[in-house]
Every structure is written in C-alpha cells, then in structure tokens.
C-alpha cells in the first residue's frame, strides 16, 4: 500500500507568478483535500475533489484552483501569488469524501518572496 | 473568537511522564473528534478519532471529548523522546474533510 507523496518539496517563486503543486493519492482513495498550514497555524480547508468534482471549497479565492485526474492524483494551482500565500501546502487522501481518516503527504513548502 | 483554541505550548516533559493535551471549541455541532501528531517538516498523521462524547484508549494515547463542556482531552502515558512532535486537536459537524477544524497544535518536547 503506498502513501500519500506531495511534489516538489520545496518551492520558491516570487510574487505575481503562476506554481503548480502535485498529489499521488494513497492506493484506494477517490478523494483528495488540499490544505494550507501557516507557520504555527493548524492546517485551513482549501478545496476538496471526489472523483474528479470539486466537492467543497474553503475561504480561498478563485486564484486557488484544482484538479483530480483518472487514477486520484490531483494538482493545486495558485495563480498571482502574494506574499501571505507562503505556507506549507498539504493535500490529504480518503475515501468516499469521509474526513475522520485523512491521510496526508509531507506538504510542499512554498515562499513567495 | 476561534472555532477551535489549542494552547500552542511549547509543553516539555521529562520521558515517563504523563502528558496531558487539550482543546476547548465553540461550536455545539460538533460531532467528529481528531487528535494528529506532527514531526517537524511532515504532514499531520491522524492518532486517534472519536465520534461524540465519551474516551477512547489505543496503547498509550487516551482521547476524552466532554460535550457538555466543550473540551476534549489526549493523555499520553509513559512519555518517550519519539512523541516530541506538535499535537493538533481537530473537530467536525460531520464525517467530511470539508468541514473539519483544527487546533493551532501544541508543541511537545519529552526530555530524556
């Protein structure tokens, strides 16, 4: 059974430009949450993505957005980038929308500078 | 006023030592309790999870959720230096990622 793996690890990009992050699902998980977690903060709900629908999003503007692919792997987007949008970004796999067992990657730290 | 308080610590306790963290929340709707452990540059990995009121025990780790007062509680029994990590407390109206609120975790240091 493989894990929940994030790409890249780390990122810088400077304000205004465009990242792509990436999430491989854990084995038999339909559905991916992405969050993002603020140095000392608990992680925030961005979105949610269940067999390939957006199925919930979080108090995060349009710039955020994602997809879910075939196989459950899934991209965040985050276009403009601002300087508050760097963060530990978490994306966490589960099955049937459920939330009580989330399974999450080691996160793709990003500064924006 | 946060969701969800969580005293962010840092909490240092000599190994063997009981530990005793806990969260206080506001909204009554909550149903779905969660308790993460997170090493320094890893994503949260879930300990331990409890539906409603009552305790829960798996090997070292007891959950509490007291409803009436709003508070749930993770005890840790005979503490070693591998539980230094940050303990996020997380809660739920119901069983959706979507809805779930964490703590802002606190900081653990177990001391050999």
């Known amino acids: 059974?493989?894990?929940?793996?994030?790409?890249?690890?780390?990122?810088?990009?400077?304000?205004?430009?465009?990242?792509?992050?990436?999430?491989?699902?854990q084995s038999g998980h339909n559905t991916v949450s992405w969050y993002q977690q603020a140095l000392g903060q608990g992680p925030q709900f961005i979105f949610q993505y269940y067999r390939e629908e957006e199925n919930g999003r979080g108090n995060f503007p349009p710039r955020f957005s994602g997809l879910q692919f075939p196989n459950y792997s899934s991209e965040l987007n985050v276009n403009a980038l601002e300087l508050d949008d760097s963060a530990l970004y978490l994306c966490a796999s589960s099955q049937d929308r459920g939330g009580e067992k989330l399974f999450f990657g080691s996160g793709t730290q990003l500064s924006v500078l | 006023q946060k969701e969800v308080e969580q005293d962010p610590g840092p909490l240092s306790v000599p190994e063997g030592a009981i530990v005793s963290l806990n969260c206080t929340y506001s909204n009554s709707a909550f149903q779905y309790f969660m308790w993460y452990r997170q090493y320094s540059r890893k994503g949260p990995e879930l300990l331990m999870y409890t539906y409603s009121s009552g305790n829960k025990e798996d090997g070292r780790f007891t959950?509490?959720?007291?409803?009436?007062?709003?508070?749930?509680s993770l005890f840790i029994r005979d503490s070693q230096p591998s539980d230094s990590?940050?303990?996020?407390?997380?809660?739920?109206?119901?069983?959706?990622?979507?809805?779930?609120?964490?703590?802002?975790?606190?900081?653990?240091?177990?001391?050999p």
Not at chain 1, 1 to 24: F, N
Not at chain 2, 63 to 72: H, L
């Open chain 2, 63 to 72: 959950a509490q959720v007291d409803k009436s007062s709003k508070y749930i």
């Open chain 1, 1 to 25: 059974e493989t894990g929940v793996t994030q790409s890249p690890t780390h990122l810088i990009k400077t304000r205004g430009q465009q990242v792509t992050l990436r999430c491989s699902s």
């Open chain 2, 85 to 111: 990590a940050t303990y996020l407390c997380a809660m739920s109206p119901y069983s959706s990622a979507s809805k779930i609120i964490f703590g802002s975790g606190t900081r653990l240091s177990i001391r």
